[in-house]
């Protein structure tokens, strides 16, 4: 929710709350019931580190998981029938993440090499790509902020394969980490957050008069944040380090957006 409103506010769009809160609850959906499905996956590392705490809160997962899918059933259900149709494909590819339809259990997430792909594919559609095409941001635009902001998201993403190296090893899933190593792999994020700079600054020279230089700078603060957090995980295995830094970088453009901008 918070790239959708670093969107909305670098391009001056109108802020749509339903489809804010619709993100919102699907994210909270998506992320319970991949924590309660995925947790039988991975039952050698059960009692280890962020799977001990989600088994132990098992059932508030639950709750969350249950709440939020009401909520988001209301809030489609009340949506117009274009949005539906546009959102429709995100959302298929968001459950299938998710539930195991597939031979042997398997869910999208578990083919290898995808995952990190539809990750950034998905976000960087919703958050982005959707919001701006609805309120007729030129084509161009849209196409370069959709490719920048799959970069970035690909580049925070690659830390959690390196974190979850050994679960991807036992249950046979190939990730970049996995087939290139963890040094490249940390090489190859920062190259895209270099790429993201350098693609945003673009960007801002070629719509400036519309969208301002803020955006610029606080994609690149975000972009050398998130570089200096990626540069050092190699040896970090702390999921506070991951959930609780790396995965918060997302929230990073829109809340320097709204300290510049008061300041």
Known sequence: MYLYLFTVSRFDLRVDFKYA???????????????????????????????????????????YAVTSFVSCCYLFYNFEFTRVILISGAGIISILYTIPIFGKAMRLRDFSFIKIF???????????????????????????????????????????????????????????????????????????????????FGLTLQYNHNYGIIGFICIAVTCILSALAIRHIQDKESDYYYSGLLDTTIMFPYSLYVLITIF
């Open 21 to 63: 809160l619709f993100m919102l609850f699907s994210t909270i959906f998506v992320y319970s019931m991949h924590r309660l499905i995925g947790i039988k996956k991975v039952k050698e590392f059960a009692h280890k580190g962020r799977f001990a705490i989600i088994e132990k809160f098992r059932i508030h997962i639950l709750i």
């Open 118 to 200: 539809l990750i950034g594919i998905v976000w960087s559609y919703v958050s982005g790509a959707l919001p701006m095409y609805e309120q007729g941001v030129p084509i161009q635009a849209i196409l370069v902020y959709f490719f920048e902001m799959l970069l970035f998201i690909i580049a925070i993403t690659i830390p959690f394969d390196i974190r979850d190296f050994s679960v991807d090893t036992a249950n046979k899933v190939q990730t970049i980490p996995t087939l290139i190593g963890r040094k490249p792999a940390i090489k190859l994020a920062l190259i895209l957050i270099m790429l993201t700079v350098l693609i945003d």
